[in-house]
């Protein structure tokens, strides 16, 4: 391997060369990375695009090793430095060579973290260049995947440049499969694991809590042997804290979800003078 291909510049490099050293010096393999990293430009050229399926035929397990690095990468969930920018940029257009689903579960989860960004600093994603190529990328996929990362993060991208793509991919995808905008961002909503009546029971210790949406906000209740309680028991304080918080985080999730629906459906459709909803505005038969 180049000593400049993940190189000891951020955390990324290190941590790949020592998870995947005996994959990353096979025949080939450094040929094909060092080709990844040579793409300058967010789209890549016909050119470029036959050497690459080249270099990816003659690699050892070639295809396999993108996936690898792009695996760790989407674990890694932190910023790169701009050279492994570049070379994820030039693998995720390995990876777009490949038409399975699990190829298109990797990308989309591959531009997820290439998107998002510290949250000391919003504006700067942890791979720019990489979630500029990818966005474009998934939005030509098949399946729910690409619609349903993108559309999340159309509401949470905050650099101007990645925003503007996400938007310009969900238009495009949306008008490709003759969907509303309203519709697209529909997926995007986190169902939190509620079942079809808005409910979700979980037993802690000898007790069962419920999770279940009450009008407009979420609600914890318990029970045991069927006997419904007035509060939370004292007794999971002590014994049952971490699963107590996580359904209190639960429930302060489920209600910034609503209350930020409930926002979406206003914006897409401003009421009437008289405080009606227009006719024929999806808010009119959408519940949350």
Request: with cysteine.
């Amino acid at each position: 391997m180049p000593s400049w291909l993940l190189h000891h510049g951020d955390e990324f490099g290190p941590l790949v060369r020592a998870g995947l050293g005996d994959v990353l010096a096979a025949p080939g393999v450094p040929e094909l990375l060092a080709h990844c990293a040579s793409l300058d430009k967010p789209a890549a050229p016909a050119k470029w695009l036959r050497v690459l399926d080249e270099r990816l035929t003659t690699a050892t397990d070639g295809q396999e090793t993108v996936r690898a690095v792009l695996e760790a990468f989407a674990a890694h969930r932190h910023s790169v430095h701009e050279d492994s920018d570049r070379l994820l940029r030039g693998l995720v257009w390995a990876l777009s060579r490949e038409s399975d689903e699990a190829a298109t579960d990797l990308l989309a989860r591959v531009t997820a973290t290439a998107s998002a960004a510290p949250r000391q600093a919003s504006g700067f994603p942890h791979a720019q260049r990489t979630a500029i190529a990818a966005v474009q990328l998934l939005a030509g996929r098949d399946g729910e995947a690409p619609v349903r990362t993108l559309a999340r993060l159309a509401a949470r991208v905050k650099n101007k440049a990645v925003r503007a793509r996400v938007q310009s991919a969900l238009a495009r995808l949306g008008a490709s499969r003759g969907w509303s905008l309203s519709e697209v961002m529909e997926l995007a909503v986190d169902d939190h694991g509620l079942d079809s009546t808005g409910s979700r029971l979980t037993e802690v210790g000898p007790y069962e809590a419920t999770v279940r949406v009450v009008g407009e906000k979420a609600r914890l209740t318990f029970t045991r042997g069927g006997t419904g309680l007035k509060g939370v028991p004292a007794v999971l304080k002590e014994t049952h804290a971490d699963e107590l918080k996580q359904l209190r985080d639960m429930v302060k999730g489920i209600s910034a979800t609503l209350t930020a629906e409930r926002q979406r459906v206003w914006r897409c459709c401003p009421r009437t003078a008289s405080g009606r909803t227009r006719t024929g505005c999806p808010a009119s038969s959408t519940t949350r």
